[in-house]
């Protein structure tokens, strides 16, 4: 079922938390801008902090089909926006040859409706009884420069020209929401097209929340250590710094060892939950692990006091 896009932040507020996304006041006001003004959002973080999941939660909340490309080095136009059906062209070509048809109108046929795929970009333009659909283009830093000068055009047009075929255009942009790593920097001209929004790390109450929702089982002490505890890797100097989803993942692994607490044994037992290179696990398994532990309990018997 279709819902109407919200009015204010206020809305766009209600309508993540219904879904059990945990946002801030500024990136709710990121998305009704993006949304009213149908313009694209830039969502630029870290790995795991929840970029994707917005998309995800637009469409499910909105009534929307969700779209997704997802980038990777050497992205091109016939993964990302159409490619014809040649093995059936091929078939189609044959069998006209054997009934002696014309050349013009097998030129014209197997350039038509039925031989042509569309993928993410040309499904997105397509018309929807539901409305305009949420067009996800995840982690475009893994395409290439000429893939993102592509993507240019198309976000300021929503329209591509087919040679064989025509200019296809959306009636209406899609929604469209762009995530990016920084692996590298995306040009400046792409993300003057968007509303740009920096997805950072949440802060300690916010991240007990988002447990609250995605891990009910965990009990309440557990899930503090456990926030805690990252919160202190976020600040060592790690190859790749755990982030919301490596938080949910632990501890949904340690309520399934029937851990109430954190120990030093069980912490160094299950850090592949939460770091996922050999040399940061070596780095804080032991003496390090402990003292942070120590540190973490010591912060909480303060607060509580």
């Known amino acids: ?157 929503w329209q591509v020209t087919i040679p064989e075929f025509g200019t296809v255009k959306a009636p209406a942009p899609p929604i469209t929401i762009i995530t990016s790593n920084r692996t590298r920097e995306i040009h400046d001209a792409l993300k003057r097209r968007c509303f740009y929004y920096w997805v950072d790390y949440p802060d300690i109450a916010r991240e007990l929340e988002i447990l609250r929702i995605k891990a009910p089982e965990a009990p309440r002490r557990l899930s503090q250590e456990i926030v805690g505890f990252v919160h202190k890797l976020r600040g060592e100097e790690l190859f790749k710094v755990p982030g919301v989803a490596e938080t949910i993942d632990w501890a949904k692994a340690l309520v399934t060892l029937d851990r109430i607490e954190l120990d030093p044994d069980t912490i160094n037992d299950t850090l592949g939950a939460v770091l996922k290179y050999q040399d940061d696990i070596a780095r804080i398994r032991g003496a390090t692990a402990t003292q942070m532990l120590a540190q973490v309990r010591s912060e909480l018997a303060t607060a509580r006091t």
């Open 1 to 157: 079922m279709t819902t109407a896009l919200p009015r204010n932040v206020a809305d766009t507020l209600a309508l993540l938390s219904g879904a059990g996304y945990v946002a801030d006041r500024s990136l709710a006001t990121a998305v009704t801008l993006a949304l009213r003004l149908e313009r694209p959002l830039f969502l630029e973080g870290e790995a795991g902090v929840g970029k994707t999941e917005i998309a995800k939660v637009l469409a499910q909340t909105l009534g929307r089909r969700l779209i997704r490309l997802q980038c990777y080095e050497g992205l091109d136009v016939a993964a990302a926006v159409y490619e014809w059906n040649y093995a059936r062209q091929m078939i189609e070509i044959r069998m006209a040859e054997a009934n002696a048809g014309s050349k013009a109108s097998v030129e014209e046929e197997i350039f038509s409706e039925r031989f042509l795929i569309r993928r993410p970009l040309l499904q997105a333009m397509t018309p929807d009884a539901a409305g305009p659909p949420v067009l996800l283009i995840d982690e475009l830093d893994r395409a290439d420069e000429p893939f993102e000068a592509f993507l240019l055009e198309t976000l300021s047009d």
